[in-house]
């Protein structure tokens, strides 16, 4: 069975500070990874994916992820977090027609 | 310009009632996508069709059925909605259905609210 887990249900950070958002999948062979960002009372957008290549993968906003093989894991980071970053991202693995979401992990970001 | 449109963004409607949610999108995108987004925030993919075709139909019961009259249209009617239908729905469509990877476009949701 295909599983994406997101441990966290929220992270706390400081302006300016770099912030980490994790997230681990399970599927069956290889895996197209996604992260998206979801605003209130706004539909998910598109940050960035991996398919192959480069382990870093850079996507819109300043954000980036780094994908590792050997541990299954997707984590989203940002090397500064900015207050309108706060917001709630999902993790997301796609097996031919569907994507698999994770339960999403709320990001505060204090000015 | 809205890439992915649905209406309406808010429904309130009494047990009982017969609903139809309305999606379309004019990116030129094979698969379009209904998911389920519950009062925690979890997302659940409900149907995809490509090309007027459907091709996922998860675990979701009969009262719902998807029709897709074009490519560029996915509507979703419910029957008989219950308190349990209460959620926020998400229309999204995707260039193409796999094993491609491409993304996900999704509209602003509809949230909607049986009493």
């Known amino acids: 069975a295909q599983s994406v887990a997101q441990p966290e249900d929220q992270v706390n950070v400081a302006e300016g500070n770099p912030l980490t958002v994790k997230c681990t999948y399970s599927?069956?062979?290889?895996?197209?990874l996604f992260w998206y960002v979801q605003y209130p009372n706004r539909g998910l957008q598109f940050l960035l994916k991996?398919?192959?290549?480069?382990?870093l993968v850079k996507g819109s906003y300043g954000f980036e992820a780094e994908f590792n093989k050997s541990q299954t894991s997707f984590h989203l980071k940002k090397p500064s977090a900015l207050v309108s970053d706060s917001a709630l991202y999902f993790c997301?693995?796609?097996?031919?027609?569907?994507?698999?979401f994770g339960s999403g992990t709320k990001l505060n970001v204090k000015p | 310009d809205t890439a992915v449109s649905q209406t309406p963004k808010y429904l309130v409607t009494q047990m009982g009632n017969d609903k139809s949610i309305k999606c379309e999108q004019n990116?030129?995108?094979?698969?379009m996508y209904w998911y389920k987004q519950d009062s925690k925030k979890f997302l659940k993919i409900m149907f995809s069709?490509?090309?007027?075709?459907?091709?996922i139909n998860e675990t979701v019961p009969n009262r719902f059925s998807p029709k897709s009259p074009d490519k560029a249209h996915l509507n979703l009617h419910i029957n008989s909605l219950e308190l349990g239908d209460s959620a926020v729905y998400f229309c999204?469509?995707?260039?193409?259905?796999?094993?491609?990877?491409?993304?996900?476009?999704f509209g602003s949701g509809t949230q909607l609210s049986v009493l």
């Open positions: 599927v069956s062979g290889n895996p197209y």
């Open positions: 069709y490509n090309n007027k075709e459907l091709i």
């Open positions: 991996y398919i192959t290549g480069d382990n």
């Open positions: 997301a693995v796609r097996v031919y027609n569907k994507f698999y």
């Open positions: 990116l030129g995108h094979d698969t």
């Open positions: 999204a469509s995707s260039l193409k259905g796999y094993p491609t990877g491409d993304k996900l476009f």
